[in-house]
C-alpha cells in the first residue's frame, strides 16, 4: 500500500481497540506517584501523556517507534542508499508504526509536494510584519495565515460525526506538513535575502527541497537537512511544544491551531530557541578571543563568565535526558565526516570536554551533558545558513512531523479535553500538614 491515509485507516480499528480494551481492564493501575516536587518542579517525571510516536529514555535518548538514530539511519529509505533517513519515512513511521519501503516513501514525497500550494494571503499576512520582526514571530502568523484552509474546522461546522474526526485532522495535519517549508523559506529569503521565492523543486524530498527553497543547492547541505528534519521530529509528548500542541489540539482546535501554539513555545530559549543562542554564544566567545582556537583555560574562564552572570550554557543541559543527546552524537559523526577541519566544529569538540565538568562541581545541573541544539549551528553555519536568528525555524518545521501524527492518534482514539487539577499554595501548605 504506497498511500499513507489508506494504510493508517487499516490501522485505527485496531488502536481503537487497544486503547478502549486499556480503559476497560486496567483503568485503575497506578502508573506513580505525584509529589510536591513535581508540582512545584515543571511536572518533571510524571507519566501523564499518551504519545505514540517516539519516547525518551534518561540514558539512550530518543527512540522512534522503538527505534534509536543509528537504527533509522540504517533501516529507514534515504535519498540514496546509505543515506539519512528522509523525513518522510520518519513520518510514516511515526503515525503507522511501520518501515516503509522507497516506493511508500516517494509516494509520500510527491504527495507532500502536491499539498505545498501556497495562498497568497499567508504571504501577505508576512508581509505585514516588519523585515526586523523574528523569524519564530513571521513564521507563527504565517501558520496562522494557513488556518484558513483548515478541513477540520470546516468539516466541524459542517457537523462531521466524532468517529471522523481523525480524517480531516489527517487532511490539515499533511496539508500542514507540506506547506511549512516554503511559508518557512520565504521567511528566510524575505528577511536575509532578495526577497525572491524559490519554486519547490518536483524533483526532490521534503528536506532537499527545503534546502533547495532557502535557496542551498550543495547536496551536501540537502543531506545534512535530511538529517536535521527527521533528528529534530519528535521528542516524546512532553517536551514544551509537543506537549502544547497536544493541549491545544484537545479541546478540537485544529491542527493549524495547535502548531501555532506549539511553535511559540519552541520559541523560548530554554527550548527551540536554545540553537540560536548556542551559535550566538559561540561567535562570542571567537569574538572575545579573536579566534576559535582557543587554549582549555581560556574556554573555562568563559563559561565561567557566561554563569557567573547569572546565564545558562546554551545547548547543555535536558529535562528529561542525563546523558549526551544522541542527536547531538548524529551530528557530530556527520560533521566528522564531512567537515572535521572546520574551527567551528573544533570549538564545539572543545566545549563539550570543558563544560561537563564545570556543570557538575555547581552541584546543581541534573545533566551537564550537550543536547541537540549544542551542534546544530555550525553545521548550518559551515554549510552557508549562517543567520543563528533563523535556526528555531528550521526545529519548527521539523516538530511538524512528530507533532501532527500525534494529533492524529488524538482524534482518532478519542482523546478527550485535556483538563489537570491545580492546587493552591495554602492546600499545599495544608496537604503538607502546615496549616
Ligand atoms: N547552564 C547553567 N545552568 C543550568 C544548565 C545549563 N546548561 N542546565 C540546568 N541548569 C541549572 C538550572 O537553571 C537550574 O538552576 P536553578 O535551580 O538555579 O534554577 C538547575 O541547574 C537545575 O536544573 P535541571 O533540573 O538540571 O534542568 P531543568 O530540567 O530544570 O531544565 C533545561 C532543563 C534544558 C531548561 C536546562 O538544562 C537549560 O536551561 N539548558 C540550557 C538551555 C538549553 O540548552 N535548552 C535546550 C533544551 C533542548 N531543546 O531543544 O529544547
Ligand atoms: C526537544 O526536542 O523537544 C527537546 O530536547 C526538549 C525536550 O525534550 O524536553
Known amino acids: 500500500n504506497t498511500d499513507l491515509f489508506s494504510e493508517l485507516k487499516e490501522l485505527v480499528p485496531e488502536y481503537q481497540e487497544r486503547v478502549k480494551k486499556l480503559k476497560k481492564e486496567h483503568g485503575n493501575v497506578e502508573l506513580g506517584k505525584i509529589t510536591v516536587d513535581m508540582v512545584l518542579g515543571g ?11 517516539s519516547a525518551v529514555d ?39 508504526g511501520k518501515i516503509p519501503s522507497k516506493e511508500q516513501v516517494d509516494s509520500l514525497s510527491q504527495e507532500l509536494r502536491s499539498r505545498a500550494t501556497i495562498p497568497d494571503y499567508a504571504y501577505k499576512a508576512i508581509d505585514a510584519l516588519p523585515v526586523s520582526a523574528h523569524p519564530m514571530t513571521q513564521f507563527t502568523t504565517g501558520v496562522m495565515a494557513l488556518q484558513v484552509q483548515s478541513e477540520f474546522q470546516k468539516a466541524y461546522e459542517g457537523g462531521i460525526a ?74 516524546e509528548g512532553g517536551n514544551v511544544s509537543s506537549h502544547t500542541a497536544h493541549l491545544v489540539a484537545s479541546p478540537l482546535s485544529d491542527p493549524y491551531l495547535a502548531f501555532a501554539a506549539a511553535l511559540n513555545g519552541l520559541a523560548g530559549p530554554l527550548h527551540g530557541l536554545a540553537n540560536q543562542e548556542v551559535l550566538r554564544w559561540i561567535r562570542s566567545i571567537v569574538a572575545e578571543f579573536g579566534t576559535p582556537n582557543i587554549s582549555t583555560e581560556q574556554l573555562s574562564d568563559f563559561i565561567y563568565k557566561t554563569l557567573n552572570s547569572g546565564q545558562v550554557v546554551p545547548g547543555y543541559g535536558h529535562g528529561v535526558l542525563r546523558q549526551t543527546d544522541p542527536r547531538y552524537t548524529c551530528q557530530r559523526e556527520f560533521a566528522l565526516k564531512h567537515l572535521p577541519n572546520d574551527p567551528l566544529f573544533q570549538l564545539v569538540s572543545k566545549i563539550k570536554e570543558v563544560v561537563p565538568p564545570i556543570l557538575t562541581k555547581l552541584g546543581k545541573v541534573k545533566n551537564p551533558w550537550p543536547n541537540v541544539d549544542a551542534h546544530s ?50 492546600k499545599l501548605e495544608q496537604l503538607c500538614g502546615k496549616s
Open 162 to 235: 466524532k468517529a471522523r474526526y481523525w480524517e480531516p485532522t489527517y487532511e490539515d495535519s499533511l496539508n500542514l506538513i507540506a506547506r511549512l517549508p516554503a511559508i518557512a523559506a520565504y521567511i528566510y529569503r524575505r528577511k536575509y535575502k532578495d526577497g525572491k521565492i524559490i519554486p519547490l523543486d518536483d524533483s526532490l524530498d521534503y528536506g532537499a527541497n527545503y534546502a533547495h527553497m532557502l535557496g542551498f543547492e550543495d547536496p551536501e547541505m540537502l543531506e545534512f537537512m535530511r538529517l536535521y528534519v527527521s533528528i529534530h521530529s519528535d521528542h
Open 377 to 426: 549551528g555550525v553545521l548550518l553555519n559551515y554549510y552557508g545558513l549562517t543567520e543563528e536568528n533563523y535556526y528555531t525555524v528550521l526545529f519548527g518545521v521539523a516538530r511538524s512531523i512528530g507533532v501532527a501524527p500525534q494529533l492524529i492518534w488524538d482524534r482518532a482514539l478519542g482523546m478527550p479535553l485535556e483538563r489537570p487539577k491545580s492546587v493552591t499554595l495554602e
Open 58 to 96: 534518561p540514558d539512550e535518548g530518543i527512540r522512534f517507534r522503538g527505534m534509536s538514530i543509528p537504527e533509522c539511519q540504517k533501516k529507514l529509505p534515504g535519498a540514496f542508499p546509505g543515506g539519512e533517513p528522509l523525513p518522510e519515512a520518519v513520518l510514516w513511521l511515526l503515525l503507522t
Open 43 to 53: 511536572m518533571r517525571g510524571m507519566t501523564a501523556l499518551l504519545w505514540l510516536g
